[in-house]
């Protein structure tokens, strides 16, 4: 349901989103994979996961979620399409007060 809600999603941020434990998630998330339901992509050391539009019953399955996501109550279902990221840390070379970095 999170990744269908989302769009894709990493197993931290699905564990932590149904206050479950990584371990399991990680492994279903495995076997999906492994089934060809969803694919994965490293994005730095993160794997994220996403449906396989490859997949032949694709159509049908995002029906039976969507199906599915209109019987949460409206609350449940507004924080999870909320889609929260923090934005990346900018890193910067100069040291405060100092001289801007050559090159």
């Given at each position: 349901?999170?990744?269908?809600?989302?769009?894709?999603?990493?197993?931290?941020?699905?564990?932590?989103?149904?206050?479950?434990?990584?371990?399991?998630?990680?492994?279903?998330?495995?076997?999906?994979?492994?089934?060809?339901?969803?694919?994965?992509?490293?994005?730095?050391?993160?794997?994220?996961?996403?449906?396989?539009?490859?997949?032949?019953?694709?159509?049908?399955?995002?029906?039976?979620l969507e199906r599915g996501?209109?019987?949460?109550?409206?609350?449940?279902?507004?924080?999870?399409?909320?889609?929260?990221?923090?934005?990346?840390?900018?890193?910067?070379?100069?040291?405060?007060?100092?001289?801007?970095?050559?090159?």
């Amino acid at each position: 349901m999170f990744l269908f809600a989302r769009k894709e999603g990493y197993a931290r941020e699905i564990a932590r989103f149904f206050a479950t434990d990584l371990d399991p998630i990680q492994k279903q998330l495995d076997k999906l994979e492994l089934g060809g339901v969803l694919v994965s992509r490293m994005a730095g050391r993160t794997r994220l996961y996403t449906f396989n539009p490859r997949y032949p019953f694709l159509r049908e399955l995002q029906s039976l979620l969507e199906r599915g996501l209109s019987f949460y109550p409206p609350e449940q279902r507004e924080s999870l399409v909320m889609v929260r990221r923090r934005p990346k840390t900018r890193t910067s070379r100069r040291s405060p007060g100092g001289p801007e970095p050559m090159g």
